[in-house]
């Protein structure tokens, strides 16, 4: 009987979101392994952690590490293996060159065949630019809303959040700060020596203290 290698991996929004939680996966690839013929050796679970880069999962690493010739990485869907299109051939080469299969049970890939490495292949590169199209757009709505001056992410300092709750509005005090800022930077001063000026004109800071960084950040956003 040939053995299998299962791998899982799940982050907290996409447990929620889509309800794949490492049970069902784990389930599924169970269920591939005995209708085929496969002894499922072990699983490897990435929980919590994002796909982003896979040197940083140790569960990936792992499997990987146990495929030998002859063994089969078995995975959910391509999207728990890698989420970019590098990462997910990388991994097929390295599969290849132990002399290992993949077979992702979602889009029913398996690359024991050279129809279903090519098909592989394609459907990665379909998934980076479907994640590709996804973020653009998310950049696009953030822009807009930015445009229209409602709140995107946390208030900026020199802002306030209006009554109706999404739309800015200045704050006159921390515009004042602001302008102090931008004044002492020009003639100079250190980012440092710019924090005891501000708390020497009585402005407070959001934070427990005016730290440089804080101030830095606050003249490029106001730039």
Known sequence: MASAIGYIRVSTDMQV???VSLDAQRAKIEAWCLLN???LAAVCVDAGISGKAADNRPGLQEALAQCTKGTALVVYSLSRLARSTKDTIDISER???AGADLVSLSEKVDTTSAAGKMVFRLLAVLNEFERDQISERTTSAMQ???SKGELVGAVPYGYEVGTDGKTLIKNAIE???ISLMRELNAKGLSLRNIAGRLL???Y???AKAWYPATISS???EAA
């Open 17 to 19: 979101a889509d309800g």
């Open 37 to 39: 013929d496969y002894d």
């Open 95 to 97: 599969l290849h060159k």
């Open 144 to 146: 807009f809303k930015k």
């Open 175 to 177: 515009q004042e700060a």
């Open 200 to 202: 020497t004109a009585g």
């Open 204 to 206: 407070q800071p959001r």
């Open 218 to 220: 606050i003249l490029k």
